[in-house]
Each structure stands twice: as structure tokens, then as C-alpha cells.
């Protein structure tokens, strides 16, 4: 499965697993983790709620637009949602290609194109309250 909502741990031997291809000479991961700082608070843990089949399916076609754009052989994204303790993954695309370049270039673009356009929603919980993450701003979970 190249694109997934889940709430499990990510098996990145797995994941790999469903790009690998003999003409691939690169494999470029990006992995989320939740950190413990947000905006100069400390961050307990972190919530992610999702519209499950509407998420997939734009992060369906932010794959297809990845192996439109970039050369790339394939491209896969997993994001998690639920409740996240800080150190956990929380997502993760990989792009392979037959070069390195190709491969950076595709992912930075994906994860860009996954916080923009996919329909997850990111709560943090700190020491001075919850806030909903609006792009990279704070707002007050009131």
C-alpha cells in the first residue's frame, strides 16, 4: 500500500518493500517525528485527526503529481493520526529514483504539497494548554 492513514508504528523495512525496484539507484525518507517543543513551548504529545478517505485520496494524487514532475521511479506516503507521544513517527515518504537528486527534489516537494493540501488536522498538547496548528501558527484549542 503506497498511501496510507494510519494509526500504527511505521515498519520502514515494509514500506520500502513496495517502491523497491532493480533500476533504483536512490531512496530518499522523510520521517516526522513529534518533537518536544512547539513555538517555544514544551510539547507533551501531539493529535492528528483526519478525514480518512479524503486524505488518502489527495495524498493519492500528490504521488501522481510527484511522478508527473520529478523523474522519479515511485513514491510512496504513509501519515499517522490519533495520539502521539513525542518520539513517534508521524509520517513518512519515500521517493526512489535512479539518482539521489531526483529523489530529494520529489520528496521535499511531497511533504510541502502532504501540509498544505491533505485533510489532517494537528493538535499540540504543551505545558500552557492545546493549541491547533494552523500552517505554522499556534491557535488557542478554546
Known amino acids: 500500500m503506497k498511501v496510507r ?8 523495512n515494509e514500506a520500502l518493500g513496495y517502491i523497491t525496484l532493480p533500476e533504483a539507484g536512490a531512496y530518499v525518507f522523510f520521517l ?6 512547539s ?9 492528528y485527526e483526519a478525514y480518512e478517505d479524503m486524505a488518502e485520496a489527495e495524498m493519492e494524487r ?4 510527484a511522478l508527473e514532475r520529478f523523474p522519479i521511479l ?12 513525542v518520539g513517534e513517527d508521524t509520517i513518512l515518504i519515500i521517493a526512489s529514483g535512479r539518482h539521489r537528486k531526483e529523489a530529494f527534489e520529489a520528496c521535499i516537494w511531497a511533504i510541502d504539497e502532504v501540509k498544505k493540501r491533505v485533510p ?4 499540540e498538547v ?3 494548554g492545546t493549541f491547533w496548528i ?3 501558527r499556534p491557535v488557542p484549542d478554546r
Open 126 to 128: 504543551t505545558d500552557e
Open 74 to 85: 515511485d513514491m510512496l506516503i504513509w501519515h499517522r493520526h490519533g495520539e502521539l507521544e
Open 134 to 136: 494552523e500552517g505554522d
Open 5 to 12: 492513514i494510519t494509526k500504527e508504528a511505521f515498519d520502514l
Open 39 to 47: 513555538h517555544g513551548r514544551r510539547v507533551k504529545k501531539l493529535i
Open 62 to 65: 500528490i504521488r501522481r503529481e
Open 120 to 123: 489532517v488536522w494537528k493538535r
Open 32 to 37: 516526522g517525528k513529534v518533537r518536544n517543543e
